[in-house]
């Protein structure tokens, strides 16, 4: 057995190391573009445009309706089909690809985007209106009050909950198998099926996620008792 764990860390290892670099890469740009789409969905459901707002909520349901990995497969799959069938319309004959490294960031931006949306709304509604007021009587214009005085404060108290999204969105990288982005899961997987180190490749694994996962669910703890210190 001592030789069957020796052998595991030798050979699946290295790999790891490397499916680690892939699921910071992914879990950083799908951050990055999770809160992008966030902040612009917020924005939308806060506006006066009710039409926009109408749409805006259909579409944030639709998103949180369905689950993340049937939202990879559609993107994978069916969305350069559409791409080339709209541009067939126009006579324009094309072959779309979207990699699948591309259709995890794309997801995971749009998904957990949605979810951001409705924590940035409500810390943007939670916010002291006497803040924008004294923007407006200042001689600022709304978008300027939004954006140097509603917006800041909003995205601050909501970095507690971002921190547990970032952790989820870690462990999630691990559906991005299913669409053969070469991560953890895939590999050990991988790994598994050639050694038949079946227990150990999968126990391995399994504290890899919790080496990236705590830490950063402790720190997020940490953020938020300093957070409700300073408010």
Known sequence: MDLHWERTFSKLG??????????????????????????????GRVSRHKVLNRILTLFIELIRGTPLLVQFFYI??????????????????????????????????????????????????????GQREAGLALG????????????????????PVFGNYLVMMIKDTSLLAMI?????LLRTKTFASQTFLTVEAYTVLALVYLVISVPLSRLSVVLEKKLKRKG
Request: a negative charge; aromatic letters at 10%.
């Open 180 to 184: 053969s982005v070469q991560e953890l």
């Open 140 to 159: 600022y214009s709304e978008r300027q009050v939004l954006f140097q005085f509603v917006i800041p404060p909003a995205i601050r108290n909501s970095i």
């Open 14 to 43: 290295p790999s790891l190391l490397e499916g680690i670099g892939v699921v910071v890469y992914v879990t950083i740009l799908g951050f990055m573009g999770g809160l992008i789409v966030g902040l612009l969905l917020a924005i």
């Open 76 to 129: 994978y799959y069916v969305v350069p089909m559409l791409i080339d069938a709209l541009m067939g319309v126009f006579g324009v004959h094309t072959n779309v690809q979207i990699s699948a490294t591309v259709s995890g960031v794309i997801g995971f931006s749009i998904n957990y985007g949605c979810y951001m949306s409705e924590v940035i709304r409500s810390a943007i509604l939670s916010v002291n209106p």
